[in-house]
T-cell receptor, first 114, second 111 residues
């Protein structure tokens, strides 16, 4: 499978715990994006990387959230001290950095914070 | 906050009918894209239209863009039950190509 993969697909955690999600992009793609989607809404941009550099962060990304892409390949998104409001689908997408490129989305990680 | 709004929020049609979904946005854009999402799953890219294009076709899909009205429409012709999904428009207005999504149209095609 050469598409974008995300792990885990589902995560249930208790409030206050830390969680980490992983995204493996399409191998030749140098851009990687994270989005969050709550039930019944469209996805909202969180952050993106070009190679290993994190170039943009949304105001939605509080200081409890941190994302890394250490070698410019896979990326991790960590949420510390989870809150019930963090419950959502976390989507990863990758693309080539050319004008008007298509982003290819992974299946998402569904987080439920109890 | 989301830039775009889709209209209608929900649409129910019979198989074989055409489905039209509209999207409005607020700022100038580089391009506009339409995505489909089956229940609880990832998004699938359908079509991209650039700001200097007015119409684009892909199979049973037809997308129009009116930058003066800041609006776009997606037409699915001869719909099938398998087209049942949520459809989102997303705009790109900066060099980072981050997508700004609308709230989506939930389409149900009845067999």
């Amino acid at each position: 499978d050469t598409g974008v993969s995300q792990n885990p697909r589902h995560k249930i955690t208790k409030r206050g715990q830390n969680v980490t999600f992983r995204c493996d992009p399409i191998s030749e793609h140098n851009r990687l994006y994270w989005y969050r989607q709550t039930l019944g809404q469209g996805p909202e941009f969180l952050t993106y990387f070009q190679n290993e550099a994190q170039l943009e962060k949304s105001r939605l990304l509080s200081d409890r959230f941190s994302a890394e892409r250490p070698k410019g390949s896979f990326s991790t998104l960590e949420i510390q001290r989870t809150e019930q409001g963090d419950s959502a689908m976390y989507l990863c997408a990758s693309s080539l950095a050319i004008r008007g490129e298509t982003q290819y989305f992974g299946p998402g990680t569904r987080l439920l914070v109890l | 906050s989301q830039q775009g709004e889709e209209d209608p929020q929900a649409l129910s049609i019979q198989e074989g009918e055409n489905a039209t979904m509209n999207c409005s946005y607020k700022t100038s854009i580089n391009n506009l894209q339409w995505y489909r999402q089956n229940s609880g799953r990832g998004l699938v890219h359908l079509i991209l239209i650039r700001s200097n294009e007015r119409e684009k076709h892909s199979g049973r899909l037809r997308v129009t863009l009116d930058t003066s009205k800041k609006s776009s429409s997606l037409l699915i012709t001869a719909s099938r039950a398998a087209d049942t999904a949520s459809y989102f428009c997303a705009t790109v207005y900066n060099a980072g190509n981050m997508l700004t999504f609308g709230g989506g149209t939930r389409l149900m095609v009845k067999p």
